[in-house]
Protein backbone atom coordinates (compact mmCIF):
# COMPACT_ATOMS: atom_id res chain seq x y z
CA UNK A 1 0.00 0.00 0.00
CA UNK A 2 2.59 2.64 0.84
CA UNK A 3 4.69 1.73 -2.74
CA UNK A 4 1.57 2.99 -4.31
CA UNK A 5 1.79 6.69 -2.11
CA UNK A 6 5.47 6.64 -3.38
CA UNK A 7 5.29 6.15 -7.07
CA UNK A 8 2.23 8.99 -6.85
CA UNK A 9 4.62 11.59 -4.63
CA UNK A 10 7.62 11.06 -7.15
CA UNK A 11 5.88 12.75 -10.37
CA UNK A 12 7.06 15.78 -8.52
CA UNK A 13 10.78 14.47 -9.07
CA UNK A 14 12.14 15.78 -6.00
CA UNK A 15 13.35 12.11 -5.13
CA UNK A 16 15.51 12.75 -2.25
CA UNK A 17 12.66 15.24 -1.15
CA UNK A 18 9.88 12.41 -1.25
CA UNK A 19 12.45 9.78 0.27
CA UNK A 20 13.05 12.18 3.39
CA UNK A 21 9.33 13.14 4.09
CA UNK A 22 8.50 8.91 3.87
CA UNK A 23 11.45 8.38 6.28
CA UNK A 24 10.18 11.07 8.77
CA UNK A 25 6.71 9.32 8.57
CA UNK A 26 8.50 6.16 9.59
CA UNK A 27 9.13 4.38 5.83
CA UNK A 28 12.06 2.39 5.23
CA UNK A 29 13.27 3.09 1.56
CA UNK A 30 16.25 1.73 0.60
CA UNK A 31 15.95 2.54 -3.16
CA UNK A 32 13.62 4.58 -4.77
CA UNK A 33 12.48 4.14 -8.35
CA UNK A 34 11.39 6.65 -10.68
CA UNK A 35 8.95 4.86 -13.12
CA UNK A 36 5.94 7.77 -13.89
CA UNK A 37 4.70 5.44 -16.66
CA UNK A 38 3.43 2.97 -14.06
CA UNK A 39 1.38 5.28 -12.25
Do not use: C, N, T
Not at 5 to 34: F, M, N, P, T
Request: proline share 3%; hydrophobic share 40%; aromatic share 8%.
Amino acid sequence: MGFVQVVIQLESKDVEGVRARLEEHGYEIGSIIYKPERV
